[in-house]
């Protein structure tokens, strides 16, 4: 029995709902559209390409697979943009827009006649604002993943976006790359569409579609280009069509607590991006769940990184895709997963994983959880004086003997600061110090760009250091390694501790602990905040006031505080 209204949905409010039929009907017509057609039910078919998204560049393509899915089941595709997000092409930073991109989403599915959507996405923060705007907007959705690049040659050395870009990057700074060779490298390094060649955020946050089962199983690695990637597409439509017919199941049916739990695990095995636990907080708050972060520490401490790929460790994404993908490391970590999750195609992870395996899974890639990459998990939490209300670490890809370590802050104010005097020659820097950066966090002008990743002092690079402990409230490229400690909360423009570092001040991390302490007595602190400058001024109009006024901090996934659920979870 279908429940499904069609063009009937939501009829624009002209005070006379029969006018307002015949006037909806009467425009879309116009369209060339028969009445047969318009008497089917509708699955909206939601879409992010733009000039400014490389990554997206095929989603024409994938559009067109998806419709003829949702026409060959019998319901009508109608597609509908929303704003992209195209990860190198927004200032200040991607982050600062996923929300305004969450709000397009939700609303113009609401608002639009739809009976079930599929939402495209893929660039960074595209997977989670679709999934974010699709809880809230409570129709049956399915997602489609752009898929990761196909990875360039350089003298017979393969590259992929954007870990290579960052090691090449390091030796032209460091002076070991000609500046006529970076050129070349800069037209290799991003040969296909699809989504960065290596284990970055947009790789992670489609491993969490998949995990949390809002993609079809084994979809979320398949290349951009393969021909299975437009097979996936089309079989999403017809499911969609299905959804559309039956009004089931809604978002917050699939994502589940027990389903963001597993998506944690599944970050943690296959040592995902950083990024990705500001997302699923996110995605977790539009469902009315907390991430605790103790529980994600001892989540940390038991699951076992297995997947060996950039930028950790050295494959890429189509590696882990002939490998066996997420199949591969599901069926390793299923004693630590909730199997009762139920996808959108209403198949339980328990009966996914009962489903005989089509291909033997590639140990080279995806190792057996009896001999891990890694017996601990990729990323943990931090506490601590400088950090009270946490920060994250990637351990996975941080120097490990930089993982216990105290050292000499050297302090810069602001992303200004930084860039202004980092290659100074006359900054007093070692490499046993620890470089902070202030004022880069969510409620900053900046809005949390991914500059966490600060780069070595070109005249200690230039000694060959390549790691030092570094400490912001920033964020990270999923794609970039290091000891680095980020999303410190409070930050510093909202008063937290980070913002009363000086020059000088000893600083000491412990991974084992999971503490980031700032050894300075509370007296000095005082005398400190006491003088502290005012914050930064906050915008004064439109989104970027929006914005200042109403982020979240990142442990609460950086969404605005009126977006997340009012109710609390179910299951
Ligand atoms: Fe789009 Fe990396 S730039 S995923």
Known sequence: MTTAKGL????TNYGDRDFARYLRR????????????????????CTSESGFNNCHRHFPELVEAVKRGVLAAGALPVVFPVISLGEVFLSPTSMVYRNLMAMAVEEMIRAQPMDAVVVLGGCDKTV?????????????????????????????????????????????????????????????LATTSGTCAVMGTASTMALMAETMGMILPGSATIPAVHADRLRNAEETGTLAAQMAFTGA?????????????NALRVLLAVSGSTNAVIHLAAIAGRI????????????????????????????????????????????EIAPLLDPSTRAITGETLAERLARPLADPVDRRVIRAAGDPVSSLGGLIALGGSLAPE????????????????????????????????????DLEVTADDVLVLQNAGPKSPSGMPEAGYLPIPRKLAQQGVKDMVRISDARMSGTAFGTIVLHVAPEAAA????????????????ARNKRIDLLVDDATLAARRAKAPAPPATAERGYARLYNDHVLPAPLGCDFDFLTAVTPPRG
């Open 390 to 425: 946490g920060a994250i670490l990637k351990r996975a890809a941080a120097t490990q003997s930089l993982l216990e370590h105290e050292g000499r802050a050297v302090v810069f104010a602001s992303l200004e600061d930084l860039a202004a005097r980092i290659d100074d020659p």
């Open 249 to 261: 199941p809604l978002p917050a049916d699939v994502i589940t607590p027990a389903a963001i739990r």
């Open 128 to 188: 989670p604002a679709m999934l974010m705007g699709a809880i809230s907007a409570g129709r049956p959705a399915a997602m489609v993943v752009a898929g990761p690049m196909m990875t360039g040659r350089h003298r017979g050395e393969r590259l992929g976006a954007c870990t290579d870009c960052r090691r090449f990057w390091g030796g032209y700074r460091a002076g070991s790359v000609p500046s006529d060779e970076i050129e070349q490298i800069e037209g290799r």
């Open 495 to 510: 008063g937290g501790p980070l913002a009363l570092v000086r020059n000088g001040d000893r600083i000491r991390l412990s």
């Open 26 to 45: 009467s425009f879309a017509k116009s369209m060339g559209y028969t009445g047969a057609s318009l008497d089917k039910p509708i699955v909206g078919i």
């Open 8 to 11: 009937d949905n939501g009829l």
């Open 288 to 331: 009315g769940m907390q991430i605790d972060l103790d529980e994600f520490n001892r989540m940390s401490d038991e699951t076992p990184v297995l997947v060996d790929l950039k930028p950790v460790g050295q494959g890429y994404m189509e590696d882990f895709h002939a490998a066996g993908g997420l199949e591969g490391v599901l069926r």
